[in-house]
T-cell receptor
């Protein structure tokens, strides 16, 4: 199992550009999440999904969009990038307790984004 | 959603036992307590989870008093490699339309030789 895979690992954007952070998991987890972490701070939840076709906003959704067309993939779209979106982005997945899991979050390695 | 409060930072010498306490006064009946560890430039990693009393695994122990308004993560005989940020999360594992687990600021543990 590869677990949770994020691409790209690093990216520099200019203000106003758009991009998509890719996230895929091979654990058949229903739940997927996107967090951002600013330097020296904790993680902030951007969006989450409880299954294919279902997404919901987290703590800091403004400036981002997501989609969940398959169980495996949960891409995060940044529209009109701003310097405030400079951060490290983490994708995570977890199993529903009904699947026999503990709700443990499995994280990807992160995507470091800089907006100049 | 239960709010958590942890110390911002702690220092410890190698070989000592470290106890990190988390306060969660408004914990709900269905909420579990989960601790994560994060090293620099990595995603958080699950350490331990519990609902009540004591839970122990190969890495740590988790103590939860009867009123469940706080919990204590215990790391036995820490080493330099335990230097990391530790997060306490409280929430309903089933989500059920509620906002899922959110991370606080965590406790930055520094282990000194």
């Amino acid at each position: 199992n590869a677990g949770v895979t994020q691409t790209p690992k690093f990216r520099i954007l200019k203000i106003g550009q758009s991009m998509t952070l890719q996230c895929t998991q091979d654990m058949n987890h229903n739940y997927m999440y996107w967090y951002r972490q600013d330097p020296g701070m904790g993680l902030k939840l951007i969006y989450y999904s409880v299954g294919a076709g279902i997404t919901d906003k987290g703590e800091v959704p403004n400036g981002y969009n997501v989609s969940r067309s398959t169980t495996e993939d949960f891409p995060l779209r940044l529209e009109l990038a701003a310097p405030s979106q400079t951060s490290v982005y983490f994708c995570a997945s977890s199993s529903h307790p009904g699947q026999g899991g503990t709700g443990e979050l499995f994280f990807g390695e992160g995507s470091r984004l800089t907006v100049l | 959603l239960a709010k958590t409060t942890q110390p911002i930072s702690m220092d410890s010498y190698e070989g000592q036992e470290v106890n990190i306490t988390c306060s969660h006064n408004n914990i709900a009946t269905n909420d579990y307590i989960t601790w994560y560890q994060q090293f620099p430039s990595q995603g958080p990693r699950f350490i331990i989870q519990g609902y009540k009393t004591k839970v122990t695994n190969e890495v740590a122990s988790l103590f939860i008093p009867a009123d469940r308004k706080s919990s204590t993560l215990s790391l036995p005989r820490v080493s330099l490699s335990d230097t990391a940020v530790y997060y306490c999360l409280v929430g309903d594992l089933w989500i059920s339309g509620n906002t899922p687990l959110v991370f606080g600021k965590g406790t930055r543990l520094s282990v000194i030789a």
